[in-house]
């Protein structure tokens, strides 16, 4: 059972997708506000999320990041625009990949 904001209690499966999400997520991260561990990973959980939820779930990883580092496997623009360094596989030539690394800090200007 879970009741979100400005929603009803009621079972879980009855949540949408990004309302589940939401809920794991808040689990997720109260567990970090009791004992935060050194890292954690978490892949594509920004997906479901709309605009609105990804501006709130990128506050609190920005918030959580002082307690822990962060791998966050996405393809949302936004989410990646929090982060301090991004890794990535491109495929120039078919069948050839190759890793690729920006460390965001260093492109900032002065």
Known sequence: ?????GKRLK???MLSGGEKTLTAMALIFASFLIRPT?????????APLD??????????LQD???????????HN???MSVADSLFGVTMEEPGISKLVSV???DMQPA
Do not use: H, W, Y
């Open 64 to 74: 959580l990041a002082g307690e822990a580092q962060f791998l966050v496997i996405t």
């Open 77 to 79: 623009k936004r989410t």
């Open 51 to 60: 605009e609105e939820n990804i501006g709130r779930f990128t506050t609190v």
């Open 38 to 46: 050194p890292f954690c990973i978490l892949d594509e959980i920004d």
């Open 11 to 13: 079972n879980i499966s």
């Open 1 to 5: 059972m879970a009741q979100p904001p």
């Open 103 to 105: 460390r965001l800090a």
